[in-house]
DNA sequence: TGTTAGCACTCAATTGGCGCGAGTGCTAAT
DNA sequence: ATTAGCACTCGCGCCAATTGAGTGCTAACA
């Protein structure tokens, strides 16, 4: 399966090519460029050889040629060039994600809006998945007559509005007896039994309507142990029908349909263990509808604390030098960030 | 300006067809309704009226009329028939609002996909901006070595995290000393005056590194008084590409892209005053982008507690009954709902 | 033996002509 | 006031002819 020199500059130079106009290429075209002085009937040669290899197509006899999938897959593995980002560009980043980091959420809302605006392509992120982290605190805030305010601190807060009627003084004395029961503990330590346990302790010491107390705990076992909504963030999905491969525009609508679903989308960003960046093409994405695209994607996480998935979603002829690069980018200096952040000493 | 009621009929059948159909109509079509026994001949001369007073047009010489911006005006202010949503979209509908209540922003967010999948066209929502709401507790949370939450409980719960070195005790101790100072007071009573001041008081009874102290005042400030970001939440945006007026994917791309700029949708929610549903048609909308489309958006607010806008867009053709009837449903259940919630007795 | 000029061939895309049909406006009859 | 009838308009789809980019193959060349 490798090729000789001659014959990676030229595939090299196809799809350099066919990356920038999306056009067959032609041997002329190619024969054109001076690095190789090389007449275009030697390069017909050539490219009938490489599309008996399996890396070159031809749409129709009178048309140039187009890489295949494995055409794509030699390039990125061994063909393209480096990409160099600019440093503008490089210090505009980390300013932007380090004054951002307030909330890990919104870090990687952040960027992936970056990731898209250097690519120009779609991108779709996770925010950071907790895994079992610890219960700090457990707190409840009466903010209206019938409304209390559930607040559970972990390494994120969660809160939830309880629609229920329950005096100041005993939400005080709850929360309490609860951080006193549960704060410390991960939220796989805690199940529907020792909830209950609470319940009847509760009963005994504080007077609380029983089914104002049902309610509480009820939210409050959901809060905890509800898997944190992953949080998906979708930029940029219009760029798709910039291209011309989707100027079909029901074709279009099929893969923004997919870009707006969320439930895909989380199948679409679930980390494997993988570490680094990794690209699938065309027939190699497991999803039919992404079968004409490539997806170029990162896993960003900190041992098994947190993690999530950052991904490029382009034409299968897309600028793959320029993704790689701003993805390396990207990923290094959210884990800078995620790092000192995560930091338990 | 006002029709006798033939031309009524004729022009309401006209537009009901076209909402159809999104061919221009022609006059033998209308004839073939039975419900007004007219030639086609009879029909023509109408049409001819109605184009004259500006309410059709045509297209060329040999195609039927559509109906111009005045037309699709007319219709919905005193043509359009009544639409019943079915009852079991109704309950469900019910259902699904009762049980996401927990949070209001979520309660919004839910409100504009149910109105998205009612009418299938694209929503814009911002979720309820809270004005001005009463402080009930700050909290401060060590979540991890170098990391303090910071927890603000107004009427909503917002947090941030802060990267500064305190030990817990101190934590503890400066929550007391702000929920004394801060409670009970609106984001308007705070000014950075109040903030020196309360440092200045801080330093003297507490022994907490300045440098550390200024920083967590400084979020605490940023988070009481800045304005509830606001959310915007848009669903279906692709149903855009569904409609022959959008056949031709740059006026597609520009849309999209307008429905991906939030700053453009905040200004399109902004609420403005008015109460109950209303309608932009075509050139009617102040942004340019628009003027193929039609917006109907109606204000869900409580006094002066908290207000937002919820809209549907699509093409002018749009089946106007069925928006006007799914939005009248669902601000009623949201106004309901934030109604009971935000009741503060 | 590898390279290249030349030529016949292929086939998508463009162009222009033609006819169809939907729809109109006008006129004359009812 | 309504309608049947007719001449007219014009967009659209169809077809044939033309164009041109690109190929594969062959024979000549270094």
Do not use: W
Not at 11 to 28: C, F, K, M, N
Not at 76 to 90: D, P
Not at 151 to 164: D, E, G, P
Request: with cysteine; proline share 2%.
């Amino acid at each position: 399966m490798d090729l000789n020199d001659r014959k990676r500059k030229i595939l090299q130079a196809i799809i350099d090519e066919y990356i920038g106009t999306a056009e067959p290429v032609g041997s002329r075209a190619i024969s054109k460029k001076e690095n190789l002085g090389l007449s275009s009937a030697t390069i017909r040669n050539e490219m009938a050889d490489l599309e008996e290899m399996g890396y070159l197509i031809q749409p129709h006899t009178s048309a140039g040629r187009i890489p295949s999938d494995a055409g794509y897959r030699f390039y990125v593995n061994s063909l393209m060039s480096n990409y160099k980002i600019g440093m503008e560009a490089v210090s505009q980043l980390r300013n932007l994600l380090e004054t951002r980091v307030s909330q890990l959420e919104k870090l990687i809302k952040y960027a992936a809006a970056i990731a898209s605006s250097l690519t120009d392509y779609a991108t779709v992120a996770a925010a950071p998945k907790e895994n079992n982290s610890e219960i700090r605190k457990i707190d409840l805030v009466p903010v209206s007559n019938h409304t209390v305010m559930l607040i559970v601190v972990t390494r994120n807060v969660r809160s939830r509005a309880i629609n229920t009627d329950i005096d100041g003084e005993s939400c005080e004395k709850l929360s309490k007896l609860l951080n006193a029961r549960l704060s410390g503990l991960k939220a796989d330590d805690i199940d529907f039994a020792k909830i209950q346990e609470i319940q009847r302790e509760t009963e005994n010491k504080l007077s609380i309507n029983p089914k104002v107390l049902i309610d509480i705990l009820h939210f409050l076992y959901d809060t905890v142990t509800a898997d944190a909504e992953t949080e998906i963030y979708v930029n940029n999905a219009k760029s798709i029908l910039r291209y011309p491969e989707y100027k079909n525009v029901e074709k279009a609508e099929k893969i923004l349909s997919f870009l707006e679903d969320k439930e895909n989308l989380k199948k679409l960003v679930e980390t494997d263990g993988k570490d680094g960046i990794e690209a699938k093409i065309g027939k190699e994405n497991d999803f039919e509808i992404l079968q004409d695209c490539s997806l170029v994607s990162v896993n960003y996480s900190l041992g098994d604390k947190a993690s999530g998935k950052l991904a490029v979603i382009g034409p299968k002829r897309m600028n793959y030098a320029k993704v790689f690069a701003s993805l390396d980018l990207i990923s290094n200096e959210i884990d800078k960030i995620l790092g000192y952040y995560m930091n338990d000493g």
